[in-house]
């Protein structure tokens, strides 16, 4: 369905009840409604996906038709004369209710969905509760189609909506109708079992309980559950999810995640990952007291037992070998305010610049050259509204699923064009208008061949005519947004932007996990500061500490854990990360004093000397930025006893060393605090009084455990982290953008670029760690290899 | 998976009577039906492949279609119209007449030696030259008991001789 | 083969060339065949719908749409090709006319599609026959094919410079699909849902372009309208009903078939005269007079004539020109079942009041039928019914309610004797005789 409202410029006025109002022409009838208050209830009519006309729930008398039309299939006409609450309407509406109860099971008390379910508030509503049948329902045995996936025919209402949504939403089509009348079914695409993307869109469009999921069926009442909206925690995309928890004997349990709220960039979009991919939290692998290695083997200590062996072996180490002699690796999952901190400690407590991350995009070249040419990023919300997209590598739909989605839906509701150069034949090519298949690392001389050498197309093993067609078609778009993977590096990505830029596009480089740009732009670099600012460059001195960082860089990722094997570095400390997973051959991990940060046992875990449980993202309150530079806000949903936050430990061993903690993080006289317990309330709704009162600051809680003190800190420093705190807080995204650096001595190291990987079902160690993504990819093995009895 | 050659010519022509391919389905699937009695998976697969849908939207019509099988039914497919005017001549005594005849008790049964299958049928057009069936897609009207077991027994030696 | 009768009172125009081996072309040529195409390829598309208008046809599918007046929706220009489709689905009960056409006439219906596509600008014309009638569909494509050897079809028709194709499609059983936009879907090879109107297919039809459907019958007419002139036709009729129509007469009558009758004639005359009366003696109870779907009347309401207009003053319909007669020993409740089991059956399921209304209107009556019945169930069935009407995605709905409520209104102490556990007082009992329907 195209969107209609786009561009429209007229407007058409209107009577419905008796008040005039007035809408771009081309409205539905039920948004013009809708915008001026007046609410038609539906079932089958779902805004963006094509129209049914099914349920009847939204008939409506409109003057000289002859019949009740309508309301989400009717387009608004001038002095058209509608009753949406007459006698005549409202009885129909009664009337068709009471026919889908006939056969409803009325299982409600036990039915997920009850509490949030649009056939029980529409009954509430038009009081059909009474029925006049009196024969047998029809019943039809619940079928579970995937590990993820279950569905009760008897309470399916036939609204089409997961069709739609699977089809034209997900382009999965893995679910149709079958037979036809009063034995409709919604069927799934292998016979009795889905084959599809899992992604569970069907189940949270599902207007009553007929599609459930594994992980939420008849586990709580909704209203049992606290909701609070946070951000997905696996990938870069960064969408908000509405985490429900419950209270349980270890703290608490995240019972699921959805969001029907329709919050955040994502809008109503969640993958597999940020629906069902909570799970790992309550995983029995899971550690929540800290570990010390004694005689080879883990015992458990308490947290200032294990935070004083850290403290003094770091302060031996400082004064044994000096700071050369210790590394810090960072996280791509940790909050923005943790990686800040983390660099800051490292930089200012240890006083060495031997902090890396797990690099999985070339953010350096990408700020230095958007800062060069004075080019734009885009943000997420962007994507889905441009009229032209080029994609330039990844593969979106298994690595950054909304934005696949948000491409999908430009191109299917603003027929925007999409341009795809892969090497592979990626799933977006279905939407694609251009397509250039080239050959295998040959992005960097597409880009050149863009920018004018024609020579360069030699290498990329493409049809000159679709070359020349696709570069002639870009030439012409005007609000081009050009996305593009790691494949893109180094000086590949500055002649790109200079490219782009010269013809008014925008760009989004895309990084693996979801704070993967946060850790960028808060300096997790050996040769880098907050916001890019060189180590050894000029503009360092914005920073109120600089005086403070050692004048030249540190050792970088590979060189840290050289350095461990050889000797040279004899401590090393690793917060949610996994390098010894992507080094297994690397002896580096147990030769040092080795402190871990993180949830389970890892590969780099099995080596600690200290291991430090962590709490992870829906466990404490932050910040985070996604890969396109969009600043969304964390809180708190969840807690495990035992558990502690990568913030306040490093506030600890900080207190430990000695050092100033009000340097680290100002906190004294400070006003905005939280103490981390940020919690939205009921619903995912944004809580009001928190808002107002921590926008202006008149929370007046002080502590030094507040990472919102640090995100002051960091909207100081880091160019583009200016951001309004009330809008924030209100769980708007924010943009931060990267003109303002100063792209000269930015350097870049594309070689220690090494994207993760990761599918739609996996999650780097994290992934390992969800026993639904585990599942999941079990299944889909099974389905490729059918596992033969022996 | 192979068509026969017919079947094959019956597509190649077909496919030129329609601007988009996808529109020869539902006539296409009967023939696939009558050449192997009912629409196998194979050929769910093999069409789907063709027209460039999917095997789910391939079922999703099938199930649509009251004519339209994916089990077998037996080599006659005794369809007997108990709709209205039917029904005013004796229809329904006419499907239980078949019904008792030839052994088979519910809807679409097939009978053991799998000659026949019984179906109780919509209107078939034949409204006013009721009772009426149809064995497969031969029209059999003016019904009487006598003319079933006539009619029946014809269609068993046929089958017996082949 | 169906059997073909005759009756003096007769006016044979579309049954002009029943039994007269017209499926043959030569056969077929004698009997005037192909020369109304060429008349109208010379008239031009104005002066065809002028002439068909003057007809006073009106659609025999079943609504009884003033078909010059559809043709002339379509537009002039259009960027989509434009289409002319033929609706052969004959899937109503009581209905079985454009079966005899099939057999002994299709070139009538082919010449009949290639006038309307030359009417409206129109390249290609689909001929979609039910999938139950095989055999027509066979001879049919022999027409089509024969038609097609003469060079009456494809390119440069009769040396116009007007090229025109000609299609078979065949159906797989769905009542639904006769349903014009249904009739669309299952051309396209989809499931016959129904799609929403407006636009209406003269403007957004088959593959998008503009399409002109009519039924067999109404196609079928259009040559002899050409050749005798519009105005000649409508006088075989009444105002504002011109011609003459297939009926088909099933049930209790003596002589039941398929007559061709004038517009306007009595529908008692039709019964006791052409029909040669009630059948075994018995005495006349009702007639649904249209089709399954529509109301039915009393005897004491049968003085009524045959044209779209009266009977819709009447408080039925002529719909499907299908009369079903219903003798004294037969029971309403029972034939009231049987009718909306197959609404049941044949419902889409596409929207929530046909498809749950259908299954409960079936249940309950059958309940109601079998003895069980309350007397709260009589206002019930009525105000589930009611509740359908109007308010059903495609008019199956309505289809399916309007009899049901006739049934009701007309013969309520026939339902009131199935009360307080009494057997059927016409000793039908419906749960053994009548098993579901289902896939
Ligand atoms: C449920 C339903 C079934 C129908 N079945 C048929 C049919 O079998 N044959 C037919 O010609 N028209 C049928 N119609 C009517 C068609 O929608 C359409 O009005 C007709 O084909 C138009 O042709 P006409 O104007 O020549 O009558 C049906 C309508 C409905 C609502
Ligand atoms: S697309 Fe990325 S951010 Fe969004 S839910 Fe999936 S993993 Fe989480
Ligand atoms: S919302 Fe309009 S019919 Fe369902």
New binding site residues.
């Given amino acids: 369905m195209a969107d209609v409202t786009q561009n429209a410029t007229e407007n058409v006025t209107l009577t419905v009840n008796g008040r005039t109002i007035s809408a771009p022409k081309g409205t539905l009838l039920i948004e013009a409604c809708k915008q001026h208050g007046i609410e038609i209830p539906a079932f089958c009519y779902y805004p963006g996906l094509s129209l049914q006309g099914a349920c009847r729930m939204c008939l409506v008398e409109i003057e000289k038709m002859p019949k009740m039309q309508t309301a989400c299939t009717t387009p608004i006409a001038e002095g058209m004369v509608v009753q949406t609450e007459s006698e005549k309407v409202v009885q129909a509406r009664k009337a068709t209710l009471e026919l889908l109860l006939a056969n409803h099971p009325l299982d409600c008390p036990v039915c997920d969905a009850g509490g949030e379910c649009e056939l029980q508030d529409m009954t509430y509503k038009y009081g059909a509760g009474e029925s006049k049948f009196i024969d047998i329902k029809s019943h039809r045995d619940e079928q579970q189609w995937s590990p993820i996936v279950f569905y009760d025919r008897p309470r399916c209402i036939l609204c089409y909506r997961c069709v739609r949504v699977c089809g034209e939403g997900m382009d999965v089509w893995a679910l149709g109708i079958q037979n036809r009348g009063q034995g409709s079914v919604i069927a799934p695409n292998k016979g009795d079992s889905l084959d599809c993307e899992e992604c569970g869109m069907c189940i949270d469009i599902c207007p009553v309980g007929a599609l459930t999921s594994a992980s939420y069926r008849y586990k709580t009442r909704p209203w049992e559950m606290t909701h609070v909206g946070t951000v997905c925690t696996h990938c870069g995309d960064g969408c908000v999810t509405t985490v429900g928890v419950r209270r349980s004997e270890t703290g608490s349990e995240i019972v699921r995640c959805d969001n029907r709220d329709r919050s955040g960039i994502n809008v109503d979009f969640l993958c597999i990952k940020g629906r069902y991919a909570y799970d790992f939290a309550a995983n029995p692998e899971r550690i929540t007291t800290p570990l010390i290695k004694r005689d080879g083997k883990f015992v458990s200590a308490t947290w200032s037992e294990a935070i004083e062996l850290v403290a003094a072996k770091f302060r031996e180490t400082l004064a044994a070998s000096g700071p050369q002699s210790i590394g810090v690796i960072g996280s791509n999952r940790t909050t923005n305010e943790e990686n800040y901190l983390l660099q800051k400690f490292a930089r200012t407590v240890l006083g060495t610049n031997n902090i890396d991350h797990h690099r999985t995009a070339d953010f350096p070249s990408f700020a230095r050259a958007i800062a060069a040419n004075k080019a734009q990023t885009a943000s997420m919300s962007e994507v889905a509204t441009a009229p032209a997209i080029l994609l330039i590598g990844s593969d979106p739909t298994e690595q950054h699923p909304l934005l696949a989605w948000q491409i999908r839906t430009a191109v299917r509701r603003r027929s925007s064009r999409l341009y795809v150069v892969n090497a592979n034949e990626i799933k977006l090519t279905r939407q694609a208008s251009h397509i250039a298949k080239i050959a295998i690392g040959t992005e960097a001389d597409f880009v050149s061949y863009l920018s004018g050498n024609t020579a360069a197309a030699a290498n990329l093993g493409t049809a000159p005519e679709v070359l020349e067609k696709l570069r002639d078609a870009l030439s012409a778009e005007s609000g081009l947004i050009i996305v593009f993977g790691p494949e893109l590096r180094g000086e590949a990505i500055d002649a790109l932007v200079s490219y782009g830029s010269r013809i008014g596009a925008k760009f989004i480089c895309l990084a693996d996990y979801s704070n993967s740009r946060g850790a960028a732009d808060m300096g997790l670099y050996p040769d880098l500061l907050p916001g890019y600012h060189a180590i050894a460059g000029s503009s360092r001195s914005a920073l109120a500490w600089a005086s403070k960082v050692p004048a030249t860089p540190g050792f970088d990722l590979t060189r840290m854990l050289d350095g461990a094997a050889s000797g040279a570095v004899q401590a090393l400390w690793v917060v949610g990360s996994n390098p010894a997973a992507r080094y297994p051959e690397n002896t580096a991990f147990s030769r040092p004093f080795l402190v871990v940060q993180d949830m389970f046992l890892t590969e780099t875990a099995q080596h600690a000397d200290v291991f430090l449980p962590a709490a992870f993202a829906y466990e404490k309150a932050g910040t985070m930025t996604n890969t396109c530079g969009d600043l969304q806000r964390l809180k708190k949903a969840s807690d495990v006893h035992g558990v502690k936050s990568d913030f306040e430990i490093i506030i600890r061993i900080a207190e430990k060393i000695g050092a100033d903690v009000n340097e680290l993080v100002p906190f004294r006289g400070h006003t905005f605090a939280d103490a981390g317990q940020s919690r939205g309330a009921q619903s995912g709704e944004a809580d009001r009084n928190a808002v107002f009162t921590e926008a202006r600051g008149l929370a007046s809680r002080t502590s030094p455990l507040d990472p919102l003190i640090t995100l002051d800190e960091i909207s100081k420093l880091v160019p583009g982290y200016a951001v309004s705190r009330l809008d924030l807080a209100a769980g708007n995204m924010q943009r931060t953008e990267l003109v303002q650096i100063e792209p000269a001595g930015i350097p870049s190291h594309p070689e220690m670029v090494e994207p993760a990987g990761n599918a739609l079902f996996t999650s780097g160690t994290l992934g390992r760690y969800s026993t639904t993504l585990n599942s999941v990819v079990e299944k889909h093995r099974n389905a490729i290899e059918p596992i033969e009895a022996d | 998976m192979k068509f026969s050659e017919q079947l094959e010519a019956r597509y190649s022509e077909m496919l030129t009577h329609y601007p988009v391919k996808r529109s020869l389905l539902v006539p296409f699937l009967l023939y696939i039906q009558d050449e192997f009695g009912y629409v196998t998976d194979d050929s769910i697969e093999e069409i789907a492949k063709r027209l460039e849908i999917s095997p789910l939207e391939v079922r999703n019509v099938i199930s649509y279609y009251s004519m339209l099988r994916t089990k077998p039914s037996g080599k006659y497919n005794v369809q007997v119209c108990t709709n209205i005017c039917c029904q005013l001549r004796g229809g329904e005594e006419m499907l239980g007449h078949v019904r008792e005849k030839l052994g088979v008790k519910v809807n679409k049964e097939v009978t053991s030696d799998g000659i026949f299958s019984v179906e109780e049928v919509e209107c078939i057009g034949a409204c006013s030259w009721a009772p009426a069936m149809q064995v497969n897609y031969d029209f059999h009207e003016n019904l009487t008991p006598e003319k079933i077991d006539q009619i029946l027994d014809e269609y068993r030696q046929k089958a017996v001789q082949e | 083969m169906a059997n073909l009768v005759s009756h003096p009172d007769e006016v044979k125009v579309v049954s002009r060339r029943f039994g007269q081996g017209a499926t043959n072309l030569d056969r077929y040529l004698e009997l005037d065949g192909y020369k109304a195409v060429r008349k109208a390829l010379e008239m031009g598309p104005d002066a065809i719908i002028n002439e068909m208008k003057a007809s006073n046809l009106?659609?025999?599918?079943?609504?009884?749409?003033p078909?010059g007046m559809?043709w002339s929706f379509v537009p002039k220009q259009s960027a989509k090709p434009k289409y002319v489709l033929c609706?052969?689905?004959?899937?109503?009960p009581g209905?079985c006319k454009?079966r005899l056409i099939f057999e002994h006439d299709p070139h009538s219906v082919i010449e009949g599609a290639m006038i309307a596509a030359i009417a409206v600008g129109a390249h290609a014309a689909y001929i979609y026959i039910?999938g139950e009638y095989r055999y027509l569909l066979e001879i049919m494509q022999k027409a089509i094919a024969d038609a097609y050897a003469r060079g009456f079809c494809g390119k440069n028709i009769f040396g116009s410079g007007y090229d025109l194709e000609v299609y078979w499609h065949g159906g797989a059983g769905a009542?639904?699909?006769?349903?014009?936009?249904?009739?669309m879907e299952s051309l396209e090879g989809k499931r016959g849902i129904p799609r929403i109107r407006p636009p209406f297919p003269a403007v957004v039809g088959l593959w998008g372009g503009p399409t002109v459907?009519?039924?067999?019958?109404?196609?079928a007419s259009v040559p002899h309208i050409i050749l005798m002139g519009g105005k000649q036709y409508a006088e075989i009729g009444v105002e504002r009903n011109g011609g003459t129509r297939l009926f088909s007469l099933s049930g209790h009558v003596e002589r039941p078939g398929v007559y061709e009758l004038p517009l306007g004639f009595n529908l008692r005359k039709v019964i006791y005269e052409v029909g040669g009366g009630i059948a075994n003696g018995h005495k006349l109870k009702a007639v649904v007079p249209g089709g399954s779907?529509v109301p039915c009347l009393k005897p004491e309401e049968i003085d009524v004539a045959l044209d779209f207009d009266s009977m819709m003053k009447a408080g039925t319909m002529l719909g499907?020109g299908g009369i079903v007669v219903i003798d004294d020993h037969t029971c309403i409740v029972k034939f009231a079942l049987r009718t909306i089991q197959f609404y049941r059956h044949?419902s889409c399921g596409w929207c929530i009041p046909c498809r749950e209304g259908t299954d409960w209107l079936s249940k309950s009556l059958r309940r109601f039928h079998a003895g069980a019945g309350v007397a709260q169930d009589i206002d019930n069935i009525r105000y589930l019914a009611e509740n359908m009407l109007g308010r059903t995605f495609?008019?199956?709905g309505d289809?399916a309610a309007m009899p049901i409520i006739g049934f009701i209104k007309k013969f309520r102490e026939e339902f009131e004797a199935h009360l307080d556990g009494r057997p059927c007082p016409f000793g039908q009992h419906a749960a053994s005789a009548l098993p579901v329907l289902s896939h």
């Fill in positions: 009106r659609g025999r599918g079943g609504a009884g749409f078909t559809k609706n052969g689905d004959e899937s109503e209905t454009d039910r009542y639904e699909v006769g349903e014009e936009s249904a009739l459907i009519n039924n067999a019958e109404t196609l779907s499907s044949e495609c008019p199956l289809a």
